[in-house]
Nanobody, 117 residues
């Protein structure tokens, strides 16, 4: 069965950097979308960044210029380089993938990103 496993979360000071990674297993075909959502307490789970199967990436306005998504199609991994982190970036970050072949969305367990102050 499909599993998405995240790594790389942690605690960082404002202005610091973290790199999140996610590895998919059990994937039988390329995911149409593969990327990251985040959810802070009392807020919705919102798109942070993703990349589709053609290499087109999207970013939330709040992270443009600071975050960079990358995807390895052969390995079915996706990473998020987060620079100049701000307190408002603190959230649980969830890896997600979407298959347009079967209409299924897949979610990781989430990894905590904490930004002091």
């Amino acid at each position: 069965q499909v599993q998405l496993v995240e790594s790389g979360g942690g605690l960082v000071q404002p202005g610091g950097s973290l790199r999140l990674s996610c590895a998919a297993s059990g994937i039988k075909s390329t995911l149409y979308r593969f990327g990251w959502h985040r959810q802070a307490p009392g807020q919705d789970r919102d798109l942070v960044a993703d990349m589709d199967s053609h290499g087109t990436s999207r970013y939330a306005d709040s992270v443009k210029g600071r975050f960079t998504i990358s995807r390895d199609y052969a390995k079915e991994t996706v990473s998020l380089q987060m620079n100049d982190l701000k307190p408002e970036d603190a959230a649980v970050y969830y890896c997600y993938g979407y298959s347009d072949r079967n209409g299924q969305a897949y979610w990781g367990q989430g990894t905590q990103v904490s930004v002091s102050s």
